[in-house]
């Protein structure tokens, strides 16, 4: 008899996550706001030179002194 109704339960909380429930004791709340970032988190960004295209510093490619997004807008500022 208990067995089912734990059986059930489990069932009724798996569906219940399923659907994007949040079930304290399972998902712990976060402590940091997502949108609050630490000192010196957030990427600089720049714009890419041929398209306009923001773009990390990591991940753009530096020209001349110009950044760009890929190497194919390199190529189209030659
Ligand atoms: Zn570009």
Not at 22 to 34: R, S, T
Request: a negative charge; charged letters at 25%.
């Amino acid at each position: 008899m208990w067995l089912k109704v734990i059986f059930i339960g489990i069932v009724l909380v798996f569906v219940y996550r399923l659907f994007g429930g949040k079930v304290p004791f399972i998902d712990k709340p976060k402590e940091h706001n997502e949108n609050e970032h630490d000192f010196g988190e957030v990427e600089a960004t720049s714009a890419c030179a041929t398209c306009g295209t923001y773009i990390t510093e990591t991940d753009a490619l530096i020209y001349q002194k110009k950044s760009y997004c890929s190497l194919f807008c390199l190529e189209e500022s030659k």
